[in-house]
């Protein structure tokens, strides 16, 4: 009798719900995912691949199995003043708050803060960050803190604060000299030399990241999209977080920043906006126009009362929309589940329309379309794809009875339901372990710099256990 023939995989799950986010929208239930090294190799039901064996096993048996959300913007060097700054718009949250905050930080304190945001990370299902990091942002910290990123088994960017010279908007905003300590040039130098020690490609990535469009000068936000084409890599921007930022601009430049920056023809497929939630109708249209990318922030939109985007609109002109925590200090958690629900109801409240965004929208969202606001091959299971998958456990009290599993997980799972985290086929978080990170050292390390930071900042009186 002849012997059934098999196939070989790595990494086989199966068993589970699997939500493939393709072309199709299939889900096989039950479902499985054959992994070979870093790639998916094959995906269908469970029938389809009994025959695949693998020499890690994983059973999803009431398990979902879909794509690793991408957060299309954080900063991890803000985990150590979580719950601070309560009840401040942008502005003075901003200038009152986080510049001293910023200013007080040390190299050391933001490796511990950004070990910190990555185990909560991939903790929630996140197996790529943009991490939008400028305190300190000299060289040796930048590239730290993607070393921590990689190290804890994560995809991802720095996209590196530029700040430069002092701007006119700058000064009349009150922001603190502390804040510019680089001159454009050396700005420009020190981006150059972190994106040629990370160029694209790496694993984590080095961006040139303008600060923000509206008080970083405009030669220097050139100078950096120009790096960006040079290098073939992204640029990430603050983008009208504030209803304030394209008003400061015209008054100061006599158009909006958007308009600007298509009227110079530095608008392009490279350009990741964060925010983008004052743009008018002209804008809009040249954002999607020029295939640039948007990552969408619901929970510090709504922390810092800043406005909703406008996100059907966006996406109808052929913008690609990310979804993003905003870091641990602003959104507080690092958790797509809870940027999901919020980013449908922040819709259906702004338009008082149930249908401008559903469950599905959403997921595609976190998922599909963050990693094509990323540049990366991931996002969809299918085979060829990157293998930046997450298992989620279903059988638990707010996730039954179980009747549509996309709904299950937008509007009732959170990031602690996630089972397994894996990235390039690699299982960097599984049921509870960190696989490549010290959990337990990390949080101690975090609250021991987050005291003594906030007290070098002379920001204890944020500490108030009672704010009224």
């Known amino acids: 009798m002849t012997p059934p023939s098999h196939i070989r995989c790595d990494l086989l799950l199966t068993g589970g719900t699997v939500i493939t986010v393709d072309d199709a929208r299939s889900v096989h239930r039950p479902g499985a995912v054959a992994v070979s090294g870093s ?40 985990a150590l003043a979580r719950g601070l700054g309560e009840g401040m718009s942008i502005v003075p949250w901003l200038c009152e708050f986080m510049w001293p905050y910023s200013i007080a930080m040390t190299h050391e304190d933001a490796v511990a803060a950004a070990r910190l945001g990555v185990i909560e990370a991939m903790r929630a299902g996140t197996t790529t960050i943009i991490d939008n990091h400028y305190a300190p942002s000299d060289l040796a910290t930048t590239l730290a803190v993607a070393d921590v990123i990689e190290d804890a088994g994560l995809r991802g960017v720095v996209a590196r604060g530029v700040i430069g010279d002092r701007t006119e908007i700058a000064a009349r905003r009150g922001q603190p000299s502390g804040l510019f300590r680089y001159s454009n040039a050396e700005e420009l130098a020190i981006t150059r030399e972190a994106i040629q020690h990370r160029p694209r490609g790496s694993k984590v990535e080095i961006w040139p990241a303008p600060l923000n469009l509206t008080y970083v000068d405009q030669d220097l936000v050139r100078g950096c999209v120009e790096l960006a084409a040079e290098f073939d890599t992204r640029w990430h921007t603050h983008c009208c977080e504030s ?18 920056l ?53 996406r109808n002109q052929g ?46 969202l976190a998922t599909r379309e963050g990693a094509q606001y990323a540049g990366i091959d991931a996002g969809v299971l299918e085979p060829g794809r990157l293998a930046d998958i997450i298992v989620v456990d279903l059988d638990r009290p707010h996730l039954r009875p179980l009747h549509r599993a996309v709904s299950s997980l937008v509007y009732s799972a959170r990031g602690s339901d996630v089972e397994t985290t894996i990235v390039g086929g690699q299982i960097v978080y599984h049921k509870g372990q960190c696989v490549l990170a010290d959990e337990e050292a990390a949080i101690a390390q975090a609250q021991y710099r987050a005291e003594r930071l906030v007290d070098r900042a002379g920001m204890t009186a944020l500490r108030m256990p009672w704010s009224n």
């Open 39 to 78: 790639r998916i190799v094959a995906v269908g039901t469970a029938a389809e691949l009994a025959d695949w064996r693998a020499d890690t096993v994983i059973d999803c048996s009431g398990r979902a199995v879909l794509p690793g959300f991408v957060d299309g913007h954080s900063h991890l060097y803000q």
């Open 243 to 260: 209803g304030s930022d394209p008003r400061s601009y015209v008054e100061q430049y006599g158009l909006r920043p958007v308009q600007w």
């Open 262 to 314: 298509a009227k110079e023809g530095l608008l392009d497929h490279r350009a990741t906006l964060a925010h983008a939630i004052w743009l008018d109708d002209h804008e809009i249209e040249q954002v999607g126009m020029a295939g640039a990318g948007v990552a969408h922030n619901p929970a510090s939109n709504a922390y810092l009362a800043s406005g909703t985007m406008r996100l059907r609109e966006l």
């Open 319 to 364: 913008a690609t929309v990310a979804l993003g925590s905003d870091g641990p200090s602003c959104g507080h958690r690092q958790d797509l589940f809870e940027a999901m629900k919020l980013s449908i109801f922040a819709q259906r409240l702004a338009t008082l329309d149930p249908t401008a965004a559903r469950a599905e929208d959403a997921l595609v």
